[in-house]
Structure formats: structure tokens, C-alpha cells
């Protein structure tokens, strides 16, 4: 008798174990799937909020135009304050924050580069010339590569968010 109750019990306990992985398997590929959509839907309130992707396009064209698109250059809070649209994209409980210029080099297509950091995560946000379209540009490595990355996000033509954890 006590042996029965010692194989149901174990029994009962393989079955509990075995239905709690399947769930908790279900769920982590759920919750992936939300984590995805709720980054979306984050970014595309940042970019709202900021004035939307036509205005973020106005400030880099001008940002390109003051600056040029041949050399790179660190961006320094005076050198934004004239672009409230793209310094907003950043401007919420930031713990860094890197804004650079890159100009054209052989690997790189110029693009304004904004790195945020957050506690463990890392979100750079990647604004290329307002005619660049970054699913036409296979001969930038960084470009393909971040085409091909799970954690990017495809804004608008020119524009990428690509988040690292």
C-alpha cells in the first residue's frame, strides 16, 4: 500500500513537472513575441512624440547639412540644441547617452548614431540621409547585419532601432 501511494505520488509529480515545462515553454515564446510588440509599440510612441518620422527627417537633414556627411563627430548637447525632435527620442529617465556622427567610410553609410543606455540594456537608435533607404544598401556591413538582427526595428525607411540586452 504504501508503495502505491509512493509510485502515484512520484507519478503525480512527473506529470505536474512535465505540464509546468510545457507551459512555461508556451509562455517564454509568448512572452518573446510581447516583448517584440511592446518594443514596437515603444518606439513608434518615442517617434510620435518626438514630432514624427517627417520631422525627425527635417532635423537630420539639417543636422547632415551643418555637419556634413564626411567625417565622424560626437555630438555634444550644444551641437543638438537647435533639434528638439531627435534630442526628445532620448530625453526620458536616461542613464548615457552617445550621440555621433558617422561619415562615410568604406563599411559604414554616414548616419546620425544615437546609443542610449538603461540599466543592463543597450537601444541605438541609427538615422541615416532622409533619401537613404537602408533595405537598398547591401554594401554596408552594418547596415545588412542589422537588417538581419531580431531586435531591430524598421521605423521608416531610413531610420533603425536596434536594441541589445
Known sequence: MKNSKKT?????????????????G????????NNSSVAKTEVDKSFEIAGGVDKINQEAKAIFDRFGAKEDKILLESDL????AIC?????????VHVELFGETSNFAPQISIAIVRHRSLKVIHIFPPDFDVSKATNFANVSEW???STCIQVAPNILVVSLQ
Open 8 to 24: 502515484i505520488i512520484l507519478g503525480l509529480a512527473i506529470c505536474l513537472g512535465v505540464l509546468c515545462e510545457l507551459g512555461c
Open 26 to 33: 508556451k509562455s517564454k515564446a509568448s512572452k518573446t513575441q
Open 81 to 84: 540644441k537647435d533639434f528638439p
Open 88 to 96: 526628445s527620442l532620448y530625453n526620458h529617465d536616461i542613464r548615457q
Open 147 to 149: 537588417l538581419k538582427d
